[in-house]
T-cell receptor, first 119, second 116 residues
Framework: DTGVSQNPRHKITKRGQNVTFRCDPI?????LYWYRQTLGQGPEFLTY????????KSRLLSDRFSAERPKGSFSTLEIQRTEQGDSAMYLC?????????????????FGQGTRLTVV | AQKITQTQPGMFVQEKEAVTLDCTYD???????LFWYKQPSSGEMIFLIY??????QNATEGRYSLNFQKARKSANLVISASQLGDSAMYFC?????????????FGQGTRLTINP
């Protein structure tokens, strides 16, 4: 396993279309995160899964956004009715957590991201 | 709420010199972790170094060290003997455990350019 894999790497879509991104985490990692990064900013947390359970969602995640991790392995992030403000890099990360909370020093391993451009 | 502040939008350093990237944080939690990530132009976030709030010694990883001053709430990254490949964006981040929350909170980043 070479790391966190995200597909596609780039996506250009017209406003109003739906898009779906996929993230394959490191295989033994039970935690998976989605972040959004706009130009010139640091990543912002969107949502977090432990196994297949979605445990936290940011207020940034509007009703047009939905994330799933059906079997506790790969995850998908769907954006419906895309808007130009959705243009950003969408980063996925995974980590190995022990128990419900895990250790603070468990670093997250990031994928290379999906760059979305809404035109 | 947790907040990370990186006050240096850009830094320019000569190759082989040491460089310090500043990071201050704000939290009311007693237990937290601090991370530094490197983001080259390819986009991937690469983990560099970790410091726990209860760690008494500053963390070191090869050429990277973290100057942790808890009372000042600062966690500056020091890169010794900089190399051309160190040119990238650098992000400071904090993780706290609050009711099971596991998110990392990132600063705005510092763009480091190493000149030959």
């Amino acid at each position: 396993d070479t790391g966190v894999s995200q597909n596609p790497r780039h996506k250009i879509t017209k406003r109003g279309q739906n898009v779906t991104f996929r993230c394959d985490p490191i295989s033994e990692h039970n935690r998976l995160y989605w972040y959004r990064q706009t130009l010139g900013q640091g990543p912002e947390f969107l949502t977090y899964f432990q196994n297949e359970a979605q445990l936290e969602k940011s207020r940034l995640l509007s009703d047009r956004f939905s994330a799933e991790r059906p079997k506790g392995s790969f995850s998908t992030l769907e954006i419906q009715r895309t808007e130009q403000g959705d243009s950003a890099m969408y980063l996925c990360a995974s980590s190995l957590g022990r128990g419900q909370q895990g250790a603070l020093n468990t670093e997250a391993f990031f994928g290379q991201g999906t760059r979305l451009t809404v035109v | 709420a947790q907040k990370i502040t990186q006050t240096q939008p850009g830094m320019f350093v000569q190759e082989k010199e040491a460089v310090t990237l500043d990071c201050t944080y704000d939290t009311s939690d007693q237990s937290y972790g601090l991370f530094w990530y490197k983001q080259p132009s390819s986009g991937e976030m690469i983990f560099l170094i970790y410091q726990g709030s209860y760690d008494e010694q500053n963390a070191t990883e090869g050429r990277y060290s973290l100057n942790f001053q808890k009372a000042r709430k600062s966690a500056n990254l020091v890169i010794s003997a900089s190399q051309l490949g160190d040119s990238a964006m650098y992000f400071c981040a904090m993780r706290a455990l609050i009711q099971g929350a596991q998110k990392l909170v990132f600063g705005q980043g510092t763009r480091l350019t190493i000149n030959p």
